[in-house]
């Protein structure tokens, strides 16, 4: 059996037949635990071999737990039964070691994968247990362990079922986007008219002076700046601290100004409820916008890149196309 033959093949048994598995057997599935790789090289597995009553007493204790919490749900109880009828119970410990236990996690579920492929490989059946953790307290105890952690078990044996792959989700949704580029743009100053709020008018006000800029926008669209095909040239949503200087919403970005508008001449003259605002020159990097975590994830690539914000971060959205973009100052011209 070749490596890709094992990894494919393998399943999760929890079904066996009576019949007992040979001592060197289960030594060659132990070996291939032994020869794992593990952080720093710690080797932080021990195994308990069980087998007759021992195991069925272990097995017991997890019934026990699941009559004795109903309202917990856990498959304890199936996990019992399915020990009961396996020849063979691997317990697998670890030291105690807080500051090492996540690594040594780690390291012990690489040493269970390789003891299921062997054991496959081998003719067995396995079943990797982690349901050992709901009464883990009695079973360490019933071992004879107390005072090591019990990471999980395994069930071994000749195999009295043949299920079908479990379903697997497709590679495409394992893999992550490779997170967005942000291209640079040197913006010299520019004007926007528009709806100005603070964070002072309490939750919600962005969304209100949209809504207040979408319904008035008759009476400042002959003054705006207008594209080839007539559309707003930009439509922005421009930030700027409380003392108007385009620094960066202050209070972890909790606090400042905002103004729902388009862009304008200079010489634009605001009618009455709307404010005209300078938004000085600046250098950005523009990252697209729309999504919850695109603030957070250019924030990242700013820390990331040793580069810090200079200035508000000021929003744009394509008339045309609806696209949205974030404008991230990183040098001030
Ligand atoms: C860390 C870990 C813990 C598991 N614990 C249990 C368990 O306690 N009881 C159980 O029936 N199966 C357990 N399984 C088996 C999984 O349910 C099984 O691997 C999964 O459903 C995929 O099925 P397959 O192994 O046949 O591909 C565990 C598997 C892993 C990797």
Same mark, same amino acid.
């Given at each position: ?9 393998? $399943? ?57 919490? !109903?309202?917990? !749900? ?6 019992? $039964? ?61 071992? *004879? ?42 913006? !010299? ?44 040239? *930009? ?99």
């Amino acid at each position: 059996m070749t490596l890709q033959q094992a990894i494919a093949g393998r $399943r999760s048994i929890r079904r066996f037949l009576p019949t007992d598995v040979p001592e060197d057997k289960v030594l060659r599935v132990l070996e291939s635990a032994r020869l794992c790789q593990s952080a720093k090289n710690r080797q932080p597995w021990r195994f308990l071999v069980v087998r007759g009553e021992r195991r069925r007493q272990l097995a017991q204790l997890m019934l026990d737990w699941a009559e004795a919490h !109903p309202d917990i !749900p856990s498959s304890s109880g199936y996990t019992a $039964r399915v020990i009961r009828q396996a020849p063979v119970l691997i317990l697998v410990f670890c030291e105690k070691d807080d500051m090492w236990r996540d690594a040594d996690y780690l390291s012990i579920g690489g040493a269970m994968e390789h003891m299921c492929l062997t054991a496959h490989a081998e003719g067995l059946g396995a079943l990797w247990i982690r349901d050992t953790v709901y009464a883990e307290v009695a079973l360490r105890q019933a071992a *004879g362990y107390p005072d090591m952690d019990l990471a999980g078990a395994m069930a071994l044996g000749y195999p009295a079922e043949n299920p079908p792959m479990r379903p697997r989700l497709p590679l495409e949704e394992l893999l992550l986007p490779a997170p967005p580029e942000p291209r640079r743009e040197v913006r !010299p100053a520019f004007w926007v008219m528009g709806r100005e709020g603070s964070t002072e008018d309490g939750e919600g006000f962005v969304r209100r002076l949209w809504d207040e800029a979408q319904a008035g926008f008759a009476e400042i669209e002959p003054l705006i700046l207008h594209d080839a095909s007539g559309r707003p040239a *930009g439509v922005w949503g421009c930030m700027s601290s409380m003392d108007r200087r385009f620094a960066p919403w202050e209070e972890g970005f909790t606090r400042g100004l905002y103004l729902a508008g388009a862009e304008c001449p200079a010489d634009a003259q605001p009618p009455s409820g709307w404010t005209k605002w300078q938004v000085p020159g600046f250098e950005y990097l523009v990252f697209p916008g729309g999504r919850p975590e695109a603030f957070s994830l250019a924030l990242a690539y700013l820390r990331g890149n040793g580069l810090s914000l200079c200035g508000a971060q000021q929003d744009h959205t394509d008339a045309a196309t609806g696209q949205n973009e974030m404008y991230f100052p990183v040098r001030r011209l």
